[in-house]
Protein backbone atom coordinates (compact mmCIF):
# COMPACT_ATOMS: atom_id res chain seq x y z
CA UNK A 1 0.00 0.00 0.00
CA UNK A 2 1.13 3.26 -0.76
CA UNK A 3 0.97 6.44 1.28
CA UNK A 4 -2.04 8.71 0.07
CA UNK A 5 -1.89 11.77 2.71
CA UNK A 6 0.62 14.37 3.91
CA UNK A 7 0.16 15.48 7.13
CA UNK A 8 1.78 19.08 8.45
CA UNK A 9 1.84 20.13 11.86
CA UNK A 10 1.96 24.09 11.51
CA UNK A 11 3.38 25.52 13.57
CA UNK A 12 7.57 25.81 13.12
CA UNK A 13 6.90 23.10 10.42
CA UNK A 14 4.49 25.91 7.82
CA UNK A 15 5.08 29.26 9.20
CA UNK A 16 7.79 30.19 11.66
CA UNK A 17 6.10 31.02 15.33
CA UNK A 18 7.82 28.81 17.23
CA UNK A 19 9.84 31.65 18.07
CA UNK A 20 7.33 34.12 18.52
CA UNK A 21 5.03 32.30 20.63
CA UNK A 22 7.71 30.61 23.19
CA UNK A 23 9.18 33.98 23.66
CA UNK A 24 5.91 35.58 24.69
CA UNK A 25 5.15 32.71 26.73
CA UNK A 26 7.97 32.70 28.41
CA UNK A 27 7.53 36.24 29.25
CA UNK A 28 4.18 36.32 30.48
CA UNK A 29 4.29 33.54 32.54
CA UNK A 30 7.20 35.10 33.71
CA UNK A 31 4.85 38.50 34.38
CA UNK A 32 2.26 36.54 36.09
CA UNK A 33 4.92 34.99 39.10
CA UNK A 34 5.85 31.73 37.11
CA UNK A 35 9.64 32.36 35.86
CA UNK A 36 10.33 30.78 32.54
CA UNK A 37 13.12 31.02 30.00
CA UNK A 38 12.74 30.74 26.31
CA UNK A 39 14.36 27.59 26.32
CA UNK A 40 12.68 26.27 29.10
CA UNK A 41 9.12 27.68 27.33
CA UNK A 42 10.23 25.47 23.91
CA UNK A 43 11.32 22.33 26.24
CA UNK A 44 7.93 22.03 27.64
CA UNK A 45 5.47 23.45 25.90
CA UNK A 46 6.55 23.61 21.87
CA UNK A 47 3.62 21.29 20.15
CA UNK A 48 1.58 21.80 22.60
CA UNK A 49 -2.43 22.48 23.35
CA UNK A 50 -2.51 25.81 25.88
CA UNK A 51 -3.81 23.17 28.64
CA UNK A 52 -0.36 22.06 28.87
CA UNK A 53 0.24 25.54 29.76
CA UNK A 54 -2.20 25.75 32.64
CA UNK A 55 -1.81 21.94 33.75
CA UNK A 56 2.20 22.04 33.97
CA UNK A 57 1.85 25.71 35.58
CA UNK A 58 -1.08 23.99 38.20
CA UNK A 59 0.99 21.04 39.21
CA UNK A 60 4.29 22.56 39.55
CA UNK A 61 3.08 25.79 41.44
CA UNK A 62 -0.24 24.55 42.96
CA UNK A 63 -1.24 28.08 41.31
CA UNK A 64 -4.08 28.49 38.53
CA UNK A 65 -3.45 30.54 35.62
CA UNK A 66 -5.64 33.87 34.87
CA UNK A 67 -8.91 32.97 33.59
CA UNK A 68 -8.36 35.26 30.66
CA UNK A 69 -4.75 33.94 30.78
CA UNK A 70 -5.75 31.79 26.82
CA UNK A 71 -7.38 34.79 25.29
CA UNK A 72 -4.70 37.66 26.66
CA UNK A 73 -1.81 34.95 25.61
CA UNK A 74 -3.43 34.79 21.58
CA UNK A 75 -3.79 38.62 21.56
CA UNK A 76 -0.31 39.13 22.21
CA UNK A 77 0.74 36.16 19.77
CA UNK A 78 -1.61 37.43 16.78
CA UNK A 79 -0.11 41.15 17.44
CA UNK A 80 3.43 39.98 17.00
CA UNK A 81 2.11 37.53 14.06
CA UNK A 82 1.22 40.77 12.19
CA UNK A 83 4.76 42.51 12.51
CA UNK A 84 6.59 39.41 12.22
CA UNK A 85 5.69 36.17 11.14
CA UNK A 86 6.94 34.42 7.64
CA UNK A 87 6.51 31.02 6.36
CA UNK A 88 9.07 28.30 6.89
CA UNK A 89 11.41 29.19 4.10
CA UNK A 90 10.84 26.42 1.68
CA UNK A 91 7.07 26.02 2.65
CA UNK A 92 5.92 27.32 0.05
CA UNK A 93 7.16 25.08 -2.28
CA UNK A 94 6.63 22.24 -1.11
CA UNK A 95 2.80 22.86 -0.77
CA UNK A 96 3.62 24.21 -4.17
CA UNK A 97 4.85 20.79 -5.35
CA UNK A 98 2.48 18.45 -3.94
CA UNK A 99 -0.41 20.71 -5.18
CA UNK A 100 0.74 20.43 -8.22
CA UNK A 101 1.09 16.36 -8.24
CA UNK A 102 -2.11 15.98 -7.03
CA UNK A 103 -1.03 15.06 -3.75
CA UNK A 104 -3.24 15.30 -0.78
CA UNK A 105 -2.23 17.26 2.13
CA UNK A 106 -3.58 19.32 5.24
CA UNK A 107 -2.89 20.49 8.30
CA UNK A 108 -3.18 18.70 12.38
CA UNK A 109 -2.64 21.57 14.18
CA UNK A 110 -2.29 21.84 18.43
CA UNK A 111 -3.09 25.58 17.74
CA UNK A 112 -6.42 27.13 17.43
CA UNK A 113 -8.51 27.52 14.25
CA UNK A 114 -8.38 30.91 14.08
CA UNK A 115 -4.47 30.69 15.11
CA UNK A 116 -3.68 28.66 12.03
CA UNK A 117 -5.87 31.16 9.87
CA UNK A 118 -4.17 34.18 11.07
CA UNK A 119 -0.67 32.81 10.89
CA UNK A 120 -1.42 31.50 7.18
CA UNK A 121 -3.03 34.61 5.69
CA UNK A 122 0.04 36.49 7.63
CA UNK A 123 2.94 34.02 5.78
CA UNK A 124 0.80 33.92 2.73
CA UNK A 125 -0.17 30.52 3.09
CA UNK A 126 -4.05 30.77 2.93
CA UNK A 127 -4.15 30.08 -0.87
CA UNK A 128 -3.34 26.42 0.27
CA UNK A 129 -5.78 25.78 2.93
CA UNK A 130 -9.50 25.37 3.43
CA UNK A 131 -11.74 24.64 5.88
CA UNK A 132 -11.51 20.77 4.76
CA UNK A 133 -8.05 20.53 5.42
CA UNK A 134 -7.80 22.70 8.47
CA UNK A 135 -7.46 20.40 11.61
CA UNK A 136 -7.05 21.83 15.51
CA UNK A 137 -6.42 20.32 18.90
CA UNK A 138 -9.91 22.37 19.47
CA UNK A 139 -11.82 19.35 17.28
CA UNK A 140 -10.34 16.75 19.69
CA UNK A 141 -10.51 15.87 23.53
CA UNK A 142 -6.74 15.42 23.74
CA UNK A 143 -4.16 17.28 22.11
CA UNK A 144 -0.63 15.99 21.19
CA UNK A 145 1.18 13.79 22.56
CA UNK A 146 -2.41 11.79 22.09
CA UNK A 147 -3.04 10.30 18.71
CA UNK A 148 -6.84 11.85 18.60
CA UNK A 149 -5.74 15.04 16.34
CA UNK A 150 -4.25 12.85 13.70
CA UNK A 151 -6.69 10.05 14.51
CA UNK A 152 -9.42 12.96 13.10
CA UNK A 153 -7.54 14.36 10.46
CA UNK A 154 -6.96 10.87 8.62
CA UNK A 155 -10.20 10.02 9.25
CA UNK A 156 -12.13 13.39 7.90
CA UNK A 157 -9.93 12.74 5.05
CA UNK A 158 -10.69 9.53 4.10
CA UNK A 159 -6.99 7.98 4.77
CA UNK A 160 -6.12 4.90 7.19
CA UNK A 161 -3.35 5.69 9.63
CA UNK A 162 -0.83 3.35 7.78
CA UNK A 163 -1.25 5.61 4.15
CA UNK A 164 -0.35 8.96 6.31
CA UNK A 165 2.80 10.69 6.17
CA UNK A 166 2.87 13.20 9.23
CA UNK A 167 5.75 16.07 9.29
CA UNK A 168 6.69 17.22 12.80
CA UNK A 169 9.02 19.46 14.07
CA UNK A 170 8.12 18.81 18.21
CA UNK A 171 8.76 15.63 20.52
CA UNK A 172 5.31 15.59 21.77
CA UNK A 173 3.96 15.63 17.70
CA UNK A 174 6.09 12.79 17.05
CA UNK A 175 4.70 10.74 19.94
CA UNK A 176 1.18 11.25 18.30
CA UNK A 177 1.43 10.37 15.24
CA UNK A 178 3.50 7.40 16.05
CA UNK A 179 1.08 6.77 18.64
CA UNK A 180 -1.67 7.35 15.67
CA UNK A 181 0.13 4.73 13.81
CA UNK A 182 1.56 6.90 11.00
CA UNK A 183 4.98 7.69 9.58
CA UNK A 184 6.86 10.37 11.00
CA UNK A 185 8.95 12.97 8.98
CA UNK A 186 10.92 15.08 11.45
CA UNK A 187 12.27 18.65 10.85
CA UNK A 188 14.91 19.21 13.48
CA UNK A 189 15.24 23.30 12.63
CA UNK A 190 14.85 23.95 16.08
CA UNK A 191 14.55 20.56 17.77
CA UNK A 192 17.77 18.28 18.87
CA UNK A 193 17.01 15.32 16.85
CA UNK A 194 16.76 13.39 19.89
CA UNK A 195 13.91 14.59 21.14
CA UNK A 196 12.50 13.17 17.94
CA UNK A 197 13.25 9.74 18.56
CA UNK A 198 10.75 7.04 16.30
CA UNK A 199 10.81 9.43 12.81
CA UNK A 200 11.60 7.01 10.08
CA UNK A 201 13.92 10.35 8.94
CA UNK A 202 14.81 13.78 9.96
CA UNK A 203 15.95 17.05 7.94
CA UNK A 204 17.12 20.46 9.06
CA UNK A 205 16.16 21.97 5.60
CA UNK A 206 12.56 22.14 3.90
CA UNK A 207 14.58 21.73 0.80
CA UNK A 208 15.29 18.00 1.85
CA UNK A 209 11.61 17.26 2.30
CA UNK A 210 10.52 16.73 -1.33
CA UNK A 211 12.88 14.19 -1.29
CA UNK A 212 12.27 12.38 1.09
CA UNK A 213 8.48 12.67 0.16
CA UNK A 214 9.56 11.09 -2.92
CA UNK A 215 11.19 8.09 -1.37
CA UNK A 216 8.02 7.24 0.36
CA UNK A 217 6.04 7.11 -3.50
CA UNK A 218 4.82 10.91 -2.97
Known amino acids: MGYELVIFDNDGVLVDSEPISNAILAEYLTELGHPTTYEESVRDYMGAALHRV ?13 ADFDRAFQARVFAAFERELNAVSGAREVLEGLRGRGVR ?44 LFHHAG ?21 AALAAGMTVLGYTAMTPPERLAGATALFDDMKELPGLL ?3 GL
Open 155 to 175: RVMAAPPERCVVIEDSGLGVQ
Open 54 to 66: HDTVLARSGQRLP
Open 214 to 216: AEL
Open 105 to 148: YCVASSGSHERIRVGHRVAGLDSFFDDATLFSAEDVRKGKPAPD
